[in-house]
Nanobody, 124 residues
Framework: QVQLVESGGGLVQVGGSLRLSCVAS????????MGWFRQAPGKEREFVAA????????YYGDSVKGRFTISRDNAKSTVYLQMNSLKPEDTAVYYC?????????????????WGKGTLVTVSS
């Protein structure tokens, strides 16, 4: 069983930056592909970014390309999401996901492990 704990959310103004962190435990971190998703009130959970095991190939949702960067530190069992140029539409609960088989680029996979989420609010 994999446990995921997100942190780093908060209130930020338009154009600002935040860095989210997700610490994983319960399994060798290097064996996990990691991802970030978000869910705004009344909307479905949306793919944000993901990073593979091994060489760390990255993937991004169209709405965050060029603004967000995902990275991982295997020594710290942590995946990060650097968010720059934040917009009001980035407001959501951000969830960390892990998968030992596939890179998590869709929320529709019952083999994903999920964190409890961290709230990001971008104010205008």
């Amino acid at each position: 069983q994999v446990q995921l704990v997100e942190s780093g959310g908060g209130l930020v103004q338009v154009g600002g930056s935040l860095r989210l962190s997700c610490v994983a435990s319960g399994r060798t971190f290097g064996s996990l592909a990691m991802g970030w998703f978000r869910q705004a009130p009344g909307k479905e959970r949306e793919f944000v970014a993901a990073i593979s095991r091994g060489v760390g190939v990255t993937y991004y949702g169209d709405s965050v390309k060029g603004r967000f960067t995902i990275s991982r530190d295997n020594a710290k069992s942590t995946v990060y999401l650097q968010m720059n140029s934040l917009k009001p539409e980035d407001t959501a609960v951000y969830y960390c996901a892990a998968n030992g088989v596939v890179v998590p680029t869709t929320p529709l996979n019952d083999r994903h492990y999920w964190g409890k989420g961290t709230l990001v609010t971008v104010s205008s």
